[in-house]
């Protein structure tokens, strides 16, 4: 699994597109990119993952660099309820292992 | 589907004392994952069971440890509790054993004083 770095923490405004950013440049060409997040005093919560090509679910879009060395998790229209920690993984160990940087604070503002 | 379920959902123990968590997976999976999260060290992987069998561990002493059952429940021990046990054990599972989506349960907060 390789290093990811992500910001700190972002901030947005209620019902406009999030672009929180994650670059891991020792990704190893089988590794799956994986982002997960979660809401205060909940477990964390799958929210999307890919390989090469930009991905689509109801949740959010993932977009990769062609180089694969980073990735956008984008959030069409933020809500209140998207405020959340969210956390890129680059890779996974054999027997489902995540590694969990210190991830993206996500605040929405009405 | 019911999801991920953990028991209990909040504990007390004292220092020396040992528990034992409990979690349900998702119907249908056979891979359990244990984490352990603190606001110091964040979200890290304990070990993880597939049909039984551990398949990774991550880096506990040797006071942490667990099963897995073959209905695929798992369960997960602490002996000899400490102070710096006190954190949020969260379970996962998934269908497989690699590269799979993880569904995380709640967690069980564990408090020792």
């Known amino acids: 699994d390789a290093k990811t770095t992500q910001p700190n923490s972002m901030e947005s405004n209620e019902e406009e597109p999030v672009h929180l950013p994650c670059n891991h440049s020792t990704i190893s060409g089988t590794d799956y990119i994986h982002w997960y997040r979660q809401l205060p005093s909940q477990g964390p919560e799958y929210v999307i993952h890919g390989l090469t090509s930009n991905v689509n679910n109801r949740m959010a879009s993932l977009a990769i660099a062609e180089d694969r060395k980073s990735s956008t998790l984008i959030l069409h229209r933020a809500t209140l309820r998207d405020a959340a920690v969210y956390y890129c993984i680059a890779g996974m160990e054999y027997g489902n292992k995540l590694v969990f940087g210190a991830g993206t604070i996500l605040r929405v503002k009405s | 589907k019911a999801g991920v379920t953990q028991t209990p959902r909040y504990l007390i123990k004292t220092r020396g004392q040992q528990v034992t968590l409990s979690c349900s997976p998702i119907?249908?999976?056979?891979?359990v994952s244990w984490y352990q999260q603190t606001p110091g060290q964040g979200l890290q992987f304990l070990f993880e069971?597939?049909?039984?069998?551990?398949?990774n561990k991550g880096n506990f002493p040797g006071r942490f440890s667990g099963r897995q059952f073959s209905n695929s429940r798992s369960e997960m021990n602490v002996s000899t509790l400490e102070l710096g046990d006190s954190a949020l054990y969260l379970c996962?599972?998934?269908?497989?054993?690699?590269?799979?989506?993880?569904?995380f349960g709640p967690g069980t907060r564990l408090l020792v004083l």
């Open positions: 119907s249908g999976h056979r891979s």
């Open positions: 996962a599972s998934s269908r497989r054993s690699y590269q799979e989506t993880q569904y």
């Open positions: 069971y597939f049909s039984e069998t551990q398949r």
